[in-house]
């Protein structure tokens, strides 16, 4: 089963995480500048997309949001986590089309593969992979996301 939520794509956000990363480039500000023109308006830099987390409604590592009753349990199923032995692996991002500020993206996450390997200290590691895509306002995928999780089977042993 498929989660989905939208994510408005904000120009003020845009900017803010741009300049977190220390990016100054204008196609990520300044919709005056020659090179933001040519892109069509200002773009979003890349693994932007990774924001959309502050829109997704029960996101369970947001533990700040207001919410009515408790947070939803984080299930460990797609990214690592649960119980203390998971972990958040790789990340994988597949551009498809520039996003722009304005776009209002559509955010789709369904699970992946899943796959083992022997480990050496704490059993059986549990690989799990989450793909989530991201579709503009005209259902033209823009991005595709690839998330993998591990978790030992176990406590690591001493």
Known sequence: MADSFEFPVDRTQVMLFARSLLDINP???DPNAP??????????PPTFV???AH??????????????????????DNGGGGLGRGLHAEQHYEYHHPIHVGDTLTVTSRPGERWEKE???GGKLLFSESITEYRNQDGVLCVTA???????ERAVDQ
């Open 50 to 52: 990774q924001s959309s």
């Open 55 to 76: 829109w997704q409604p029960d996101y369970p590592l947001d533990l700040t949001r207001p919410r009515q009753g408790p947070p939803p349990p984080h299930r460990g």
């Open 27 to 29: 196609v990520y500000w």
């Open 146 to 152: 690839r998330s993998i999780g591990v978790q030992t």
């Open 119 to 121: 480990g050496r200290r």
């Open 35 to 44: 090179e933001t023109k040519a892109l069509g308006g200002i773009i979003v």
